[in-house]
C-alpha cells in the first residue's frame, strides 16, 4: 500500500451535494430549483445569505422545495425533516505529465 501518491495531485471536477445525516446523495441542491422567499434568490440562483461557514438555504425555501417535491424528507431523525446538507468537491488525480 502507497500512503504517498507523489507526482499526482487533485484537481476539483464539480461540487455535489450530500446529506450528513441519511448519506444521500445530489448532483446539485435541489433546493435551488425553487425561488427563496426569504432573500429573493432566483431559481437557480444559490440564497444571498450565507451561513458564516459553510453551506445553507433558507429554511422556508427547503420547505418548499419539499412541498413541491424536488427534495425529498431526510430519512434520519433530522430535528425539521430536512437534509443535512454540505457540498462534496469531487476530485480526480492530476497526473503530472514528465515529458
Ligand atoms: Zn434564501
Ligand atoms: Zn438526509
Redesign the pocket.
Known sequence: MREKRAGQRSAVLFHTVACKACGAEWMSDPAIRVA??????EAGQP???QRPHGYG??M??DLLAMREGHLSACDALTWDGRHSRHAIAVTAPVQLALL
Open positions: 427563496c422567499s426569504e432573500c429573493e434568490a440564497c444571498r445569505w438555504f433558507h422556508r425555501r
